[in-house]
């Protein structure tokens, strides 16, 4: 999958359906065009000054608390307003995930945060997509992998969409008394 994602990044060719599914079969996933343009297309939330505790309010109403009990599926786009430079993440809790880029307590991998610790939070705009759900695919992950094979999409290292619940989890195994 890393291998066709450089592939199609380098070629400097539109993205086929064709292409990005051989990518996500790693993840078991297959989806139809028709379904990709729907997610393309859903409406984006958009934050400016993310430094301020207005915004934090404001994406807080919008998309929830941190442990609420539901939690809104989506991705979410980082751009670097002085550069336009941009980082495409996925999550199935967003309010979780976002808040820990907000609160400087998600991983220090990759470009982002050291962009983000260099230049300050006011310096982006974010984005976020909610995603319906879907019983076949979970389709953050679908939405972040067309990102990732943009180039545009700088500041994220690796190319292909991570699905903790796909061929890299580890067993859990639970037993009862």
Do not use: W
Request: charged share 20%; glycine share 4%.
């Amino acid at each position: 999958a890393h291998e066709l994602a450089k592939a199609q990044i380098n070629s400097g060719k539109q993205l086929t359906i064709k292409v990005l599914n051989e990518i996500l079969a790693y993840s078991n996933i297959l989806v139809s065009e028709e379904t990709l343009n729907s997610l393309i297309n859903m409406p984006r939330i958009v934050f400016n000054d993310l430094q301020t505790k207005e915004t934090r309010s404001l994406i807080e109403d919008k998309l929830g608390l941190p442990h609420s009990k539901t939690q809104l599926r989506g991705v979410y786009i980082f751009t670097c307003l002085n550069s336009n430079q941009k980082y495409v993440g996925s999550s199935s809790q967003l309010a979780l995930r976002l808040r820990g880029y907000f609160n400087k307590t998600h991983k220090d991998t990759g470009k982002l945060i050291p962009l983000i610790e260099k230049k300050g939070l006011a310096c982006f705009r974010l984005e976020v997509i909610c995603l319906p759900y879907y019983s076949e695919f979970k389709p953050e992950i679908v939405l972040e992998q067309y990102f990732l094979l943009d180039p545009a999409f700088s500041l994220n290292t690796i190319k292909v969409s991570n699905n903790p619940s796909g061929s890299t989890a580890k067993p859990l195994y639970l037993y009862n008394r």
